[in-house]
């Protein structure tokens, strides 16, 4: 077997493969050694006719096919191990040439892992923010639990701010209403900025049992694209008016919060959980930035295939959430005034920097000798039974070896995004 190697990228890769007379002569045996089984000749049992009898029985074509493909399938493999290279799936075969009992010749076509050239992972220019707390976030949460323990009034006042409504609602963009803009009996806190621009200030005013249109404009930065900038009409129904009565920010509160003695034990106890909530925020942020520098100062390229599945995970997961809301995939798009097209441009993006970021981490965890031990992968594995002790098929699923070994190169992914993190603090 001769082999003739053809960078076709980065990639992917084509290796012509010469087979000559004594290849043909090892994979016609194993041929007619297949054949020979279905031959059926008077005076032997099926399966049991000697092949040099057999082979008198089996057409020249059927013969010549069978060889050819054997040959085929047990070289493709071994050309690509003799070229040093590792095909991510099955070749694709082209037979070019075949001249039964003398040589054949065939391209075998495939994506590899690509080469990958790491840069420096020590010198990669990310800074990882300090944690801070701002007030106006542990005032925000000090109001909260003010309202969890706020006394309602019904009034029949005209609403103001800092009033509880109850109303109904329905949005509508261009006479036809819009997903996502309706509600019955809904609970607003006048002045919580829950609701786009305008729409708190404009119940402000109204009465009980009024009803009124807000013309209002959505903001040109909202998440919905249908909905970003557009002009709309809320129809609104003001069926009650609470009015809120907060307690004094004060020990008697902080008391009632938990084992807080002073308002300014639940404060520093507020402070502390922004802290955590900041600190992983961060520390994930910064990971995240670390990765995408490496890649950036690496040399890698992502095979197709493997930018193809990720492809799929990712519109699985958007089926999912989609499906979750009662909406399919289509209906998503549409929402978000998407189409086939520029989803997949935007997604086929993400993909690849997915893949390049793996390909480099794997590159890095091996170079680096970073693994992780068995007993960790059990543990890891006992962590997601209990998880899903509830589902006999996920526990079945964990016994699988495959499964087993997802796990740990997982594992040893997180491990080598913690040593890439270290070595730039």
Sequence with gaps: MKTKFKKISDSRVEITVTLDKDDLKKAEEKALEKLAKEVKVEGFRKGKVPMEIAKKFIPENDLNAETIDFAVRSTAIEAFQKEEKSPLVLPSISV??????????????????????????????VKKPEVK???????????????????????????????????D???????????????????????SNTFIPGFEDGIVGHEPGDKFDLNLTFPSDYGAKDLAGAKVVFEVLLKQINEVTLPELNDELAKKCGPFKTIEDLKADIEKNIAMQNESRIENKFKDDLIKALVEKSKVSAPEILVNDQLRMIRDDMTRNAQSRGMSFEDFLKANNETEESWEKEARKIATERV????????????????VSDEAVNAKIAE???????????????????????IKNRLIIEATIDFLADANK
Aim: avoid cysteine; glycine fraction near 6%.
């Design 133 to 167: 707390v701002n007030k106006k976030d542990v005032d925000a949460v000090l109001n909260n639990i003010a309202q969890s323990f706020a006394e309602k009034k019904v009034t029949k006042r005209a609403a103001k701010l800092t009033d509880e409504v109850i109303i």
């Design 384 to 406: 997601l039974r209990d998880v899903y002790k509830k589902s006999p098929e996920a526990l079945k699923n964990l016994k699988n070896p495959n499964v087993k070994m997802d």
């Design 356 to 371: 390049k970021a793996s390909l480099v981490l794997q590159v890095l965890a091996v170079e680096n000798h970073i693994t």
């Design 96 to 125: 070019t040439k075949y001249v039964p009992g003398e040589m054949a010749e065939y391209t075998a076509t495939a994506d590899i892992i690509p080469e990958v050239k790491l840069g420096d992972f020590k010198k990669l220019g």
């Design 169 to 191: 609602f329905t949005g509508k963009k261009d006479g036809k209403a819009f997903d996502g803009g309706s509600a019955k009996d809904y609970k607003l806190v006048l002045g």
